[in-house]
């Protein structure tokens, strides 16, 4: 069973960085696909960044230029690099996955950004 742990959430001050990790285990395939979604409180969940196998890296208009996702093929973790963080960017982050048709989510990590 394939399981998706993050972990490197907390509280931090506006223009503060961050970085969230994930790491899968239970998975012996390669998955297709890794990245970052994001839930802040009474809104829908969002995308906010993701890289495909082959490569092509997306990012959400509201992170680009702040955010850096990356992944490890190898050993199925991905990496989340938030930077110039804003009150708005407050939300529960989940780490995605994607591989063999079936899509894979963790339980999430807090994220605070206040003063």
């Known amino acids: 069973q394939v399981q998706l742990v993050e972990s490197g959430g907390g509280l931090v001050q506006p223009g503060g960085s961050l970085r969230l990790t994930c790491a899968a285990s239970g998975s012996i395939f390669r998955f297709d696909a890794m990245g970052w979604y994001r839930q802040a409180p009474g809104k829908e969940r969002e995308f906010v960044a993701g890289i495909i196998s082959g490569g092509n890296i997306k990012y959400a208009d509201s992170v680009k230029g702040r955010f850096t996702v990356s992944r490890d093929i190898r050993v199925n973790t991905a990496a989340l690099q938030m930077n110039a963080l804003e009150p708005d960017d407050t939300a529960v982050y989940f780490c995605?996955?994607?591989?063999?048709?079936?899509?894979?989510w963790g339980q999430g990590t807090q994220v605070t950004v206040s003063s």
């Open positions: 995605w996955s994607k591989g063999r048709g079936r899509e894979y």
